[in-house]
C-alpha cells in the first residue's frame, strides 16, 4: 500500500459502474512497488472474493485491504449485502483457489451482510 497507509477501502455502490478491471486497478495502485509476484497473488485472491460477492451477494460491496504488521500479513475482505439468508456454505472453485493461495480464510456473516476474507502472509 502507499507510504505509511495500513489500511484501504473501496466501496462500490452499483455493479453495473465498477467491472472487475476497475477493482484490479485499484488494487494495483494500493500495493504499486510491492514485488511482481505478490501483486499477482493478491491480484487473484481479490478477484475471487469479489466474483464470489458479486454472484451472490448485492451492492454495496466493501472491498478492505488492511496491512498486519505485527503477524505479517495482508488481510483482505469482501463485504457483501446478502441476497438471501446465509446458509451452508459450498465452496467452489473460486474459494479452492482462495483457500490455495491464502494461510487462512473465512466467511462471517451478520444479519444480511456477508464477509469472505483472505490473510496473505508477506514474502521474504
Known amino acids: 500500500m502507499t507510504a505509511g497507509n495500513d489500511t484501504a477501502v ?3 455502490q452499483d455493479e453495473d459502474t465498477t467491472s472487475p478491471a476497475d477493482v484490479a486497478a ?3 495502485d494500493r500495493i504499486d512497488g510491492w514485488p511482481a509476484p505478490d501483486v499477482l497473488l493478491i491480484g487473484v485472491v481479490l ?3 469479489f466474483d464470489n460477492a458479486r454472484r ?3 451492492p454495496p460491496f466493501v472491498i478492505e485491504l488492511v496491512l498486519d504488521h505485527w503477524r505479517e ?3 483482505v ?4 449485502r446478502s441476497l438471501r439468508p446465509s446458509g451452508p456454505w459450498r465452496i467452489a472453485a473460486g474459494l ?3 483457500a490455495a493461495l491464502s494461510e487462512r480464510w473465512g466467511v462471517v456473516s451478520q444479519g444480511r451482510d456477508t464477509t ?5 502472509p508477506f514474502r521474504d
Open 47 to 49: 478477484g475471487e472474493l
Open 96 to 98: 479452492v483457489l482462495v
Open 56 to 58: 451472490h451477494g448485492a
Open 73 to 75: 500479513r495482508l488481510v
Open 77 to 80: 475482505s469482501v463485504r457483501d
Open 26 to 28: 485499484w488494487l494495483r
Open 116 to 120: 469472505v476474507w483472505a490473510e496473505i
Open 10 to 12: 473501496l466501496v462500490v
